[in-house]
T-cell receptor, first 115, second 113 residues
Framework: NAGVTQTPKFRILKIGQSMTLQCAQDMNHNYMYWYRQDPGMGLKLIYY???????DKGEVPNGYNVSRSTTEDFPLRLELAAPSQTSVYFCASSQGQGAWNTEAFFGQGTRLTVV | GESVGLHLPTLSVQEGDNSIINCAYS??????FIWYKQESGKGPQFIIDIRSNMDKRQGQRVTVLLNKTVKHLSLQIAATQPGDSAVYFC????????????FGAGTQVVVTP
C-alpha cells in the first residue's frame, strides 16, 4: 500500500500565485486532514474532512480552501500565496469510525516557500 | 484556549539510557492521546496511543503514562538508541471534536553516544 501520497514534495511560489497541493490515500479512510508545520513548531490543523462531500475548518483555515469529491483525494488550494504561508504541509488520514480509532497516517509533506 | 503542550523543547539522552518525554493538556474532555515520532524531513509516525480509561500502556520499548488528575502524559523510551533521535509530539482528541487531533509543540530528542 502507498498509504498517504502528497505531491509535489517541494514548491516555490511567488506572492499572489495560486496552487493546489494534492493528497491521496488508498486505505479507504473516512477522515482526512491538512496540517501545516512551521519551523520548530508543532502541527496546526488547517482543514479536515469526515467523508466525501464534507469538509470543515480547523485551527488556521484562512487563505486555504479544500474539497473532498472522493474518499481518496483531499486537495488543498492556496488562492493568493503570501509569505506567511511558507511552511511544510502535511496531509493525513484516519479511519475515524469512533473515538477509539483516530490514529492518523501522514504523508511525507510538501515544503512550500512563498517569495 | 485549550492546548496540548510539552515541558521540554530539547532532551539530550545518552545511548542506552531511558528517555522520558512529558506532555501537558488543558482540556479534561480529552479522551484519546497519541504519541508521534517525526524524523527529519519526514511526516509524523505513530508510536503508541492511550485512552482516557487507562493510565498506562506499553509497546515495544515504549510506555505511555496518563495522569488525568493533573492532565499529564509521558512517553518513556527504554534503552534509547541513535535511531530514536527525532522530534516527539503528543496529540489529543476529544469526543466533542471527534476525529481532530490537536498537537503539542514537540520535543527534540538527541541521542548521544
Amino acid at each position: 500500500n502507498a498509504g498517504v501520497t502528497q505531491t509535489p514534495k517541494f514548491r516555490i511560489l511567488k506572492i499572489g500565485q495560486s496552487m493546489t497541493l494534492q493528497c491521496a490515500q488508498d486505505m479507504n479512510h473516512n477522515y482526512m486532514y491538512w496540517y501545516r508545520q512551521d519551523p520548530g513548531m508543532g502541527l496546526k490543523l488547517i482543514y479536515y474532512s469526515v467523508g466525501a462531500g464534507i469538509t470543515d475548518k480547523g485551527e488556521v483555515p484562512n487563505g486555504y480552501n479544500v474539497s473532498r469529491s472522493t474518499t481518496e483525494d483531499f486537495p488543498l488550494r492556496l488562492e493568493l500565496a503570501a509569505p506567511s504561508q511558507t511552511s511544510v504541509y502535511f496531509c493525513a488520514s484516519s479511519q475515524g469510525q469512533g473515538a477509539w480509532n483516530t490514529e492518523a497516517f501522514f504523508g511525507q509533506g510538501t515544503r512550500l516557500t512563498v517569495v | 484556549g485549550e492546548s496540548v503542550g510539552l515541558h521540554l523543547p530539547t532532551l539530550s539522552v545518552q545511548e542506552g539510557d531511558n528517555s522520558i518525554i512529558n506532555c501537558a493538556y488543558s482540556n479534561s474532555a480529552s479522551d484519546y492521546f497519541i504519541w508521534y515520532k517525526q524524523e527529519s524531513g519526514k511526516g509524523p509516525q505513530f508510536i503508541i496511543d492511550i485512552r482516557s480509561n487507562m493510565d498506562k500502556r506499553q509497546g515495544q520499548r515504549v510506555t505511555v503514562l496518563l495522569n488525568k488528575t493533573v492532565k499529564h502524559l509521558s512517553l518513556q523510551i527504554a534503552a534509547t538508541q541513535p535511531g530514536d533521535s527525532a522530534v516527539y509530539f503528543c496529540a489529543e482528541s476529544r469526543t466533542d471534536s471527534w476525529g481532530k487531533l490537536q498537537f503539542g509543540a514537540g520535543t527534540q530528542v538527541v541521542v548521544t553516544p
